[in-house]
């Protein structure tokens, strides 16, 4: 795969990745902001303030509502229930209460939540942020002198608000450590399918050269041995002919399984190329690397791969080859290439080193 697909194909996964982080804060904002409201409806019935509880009563329903919106896909619904609730939970709290009650400060966990997430017209994002920004300022100007609804005492107030800066600290940090790890995973994941083959699990091409260049730092630096040793299985046309690629596909799988568990912590696989496998070997010499290949062919040819109630035989034919000084990468992989190519022409199923 060149790099120009495989770089649009890494843009694709990291987008549906910040999607999916998004929404999955999304379904915790839900949550939390419901359980949040099932709070504040026994605080505000204890404080006298009936019409509030009930307000309370209808956002625990809203959130609950946009939650089930969400587990069903119906993401705009579900955002704008969220979004309405909050904005019209503020103003009817604080004008029931006082602006000194702080219900106000719910407005600024919007602000987060609207710069992270995936709407594709951006400018959607400025005019909800300036929306809410015009609601603050609007509240701050028109409700912070009106008498309030329900009248409560002024330590009450006070208390009010103190909590409500709090719980606004909390949900921002909550949120904000939710997305972080969401993210986290994002990128761990992107990382992973930008280093291995989504098949087989094994290092892609790229990656195993860019393990091969640190290798031959070490290498010119410890003077030691480095081996390479080139894979193909055999005759793999022939069973995506007789038994359909699926069965090709579960071969590459179970051989990919064998190499990965038969080698050695430092030894490094990678598949090349469609059926071709490349083993990188530090602190390897050539006998050593043969030995090593010799016992994975006997292994590979011992085992059958089930099909769809049929076992399929493997074997493969191995090319061994060593890094000589003052060479680039290439050239002992093409040597490895050559000798087993030498394999593939007189017979198959065998070890080919190259000539030292």
């Not at 843009?11 to 709070?39: D, Y």
């Not at 099909?307 to 034919?317: D, H, L, N, P, R």
Request: proline residues 2%; hydrophobic residues 50%.
């Amino acid at each position: 795969m060149d790099s120009q697909p495989q770089s649009f194909i890494s843009r694709q996964f990291s987008n549906r990745n910040a999607a999916s982080a998004f929404w999955k804060l999304m379904h915790k904002v839900a949550v939390v902001a419901g359980a949040t409201h099932v709070m504040f409806l026994g605080l505000f019935y204890g404080l006298g303030a009936h019409s509030l509880a009930w307000v309370n009563l209808g956002s625990v329903f809203l959130f609950g509502t946009s939650y089930l919106c969400l587990k069903h896909r119906l993401n705009l619904l579900a955002v704008s229930l969220i979004v309405a609730e909050i904005l019209a939970h503020a103003v009817l709290a604080v004008r029931a209460i006082g602006w000194d009650s702080g219900f106000h400060y719910y407005l600024l966990v919007m602000v987060p939540i609207v710069v992270i997430s995936q709407m594709k017209i951006r400018a959607f994002k400025q005019v909800l942020i300036s929306t809410v920004l015009a609601l603050y300022v609007g509240m701050d100007y028109t409700l912070r002198d009106l008498v309030p609804y329900d009248h409560v005492s002024t330590q009450t107030l006070a208390a009010l608000r103190y909590f409500n800066i709090a719980v606004t600290f909390l949900l921002l940090t909550y949120l904000s450590n939710i997305y972080l790890k969401l993210v986290t995973k994002a990128e761990k994941d992107l990382r992973v399918l930008a280093t291995t083959d989504p098949l087989t699990h094994l290092l892609n091409r790229r990656s195993l050269m860019e393990v091969a260049e640190y290798e031959l730092v070490q290498r010119r630096r410890n003077h030691a041995p480095l081996a390479f040793v080139l894979a193909d299985i055999d005759h793999f046309k022939g069973i995506n002919d007789e038994y359909g690629h699926a069965a090709g596909d579960t071969v590459l799988t179970a051989v990919s399984q064998l190499l990965r568990q038969a080698l050695r912590e430092q030894d490094s696989v990678a598949r090349w190329g469609g059926e071709e496998f490349l083993i990188l070997m530090p602190n390897a010499t050539l006998e050593m690397a043969s030995t090593v290949a010799e016992r994975l062919r006997q292994q590979i040819a011992a085992i059958e791969v089930p099909f769809e109630g049929q076992q399929i035989k493997v074997s493969m034919t191995f090319g061994v080859s060593c890094h000589h000084d003052d060479e680039s990468i290439e050239a002992p992989v093409n040597r490895a290439d050559t000798a087993l190519y030498k394999g593939k022409l007189s017979g198959r199923n065998q070890v080919v080193a190259e000539v030292a």
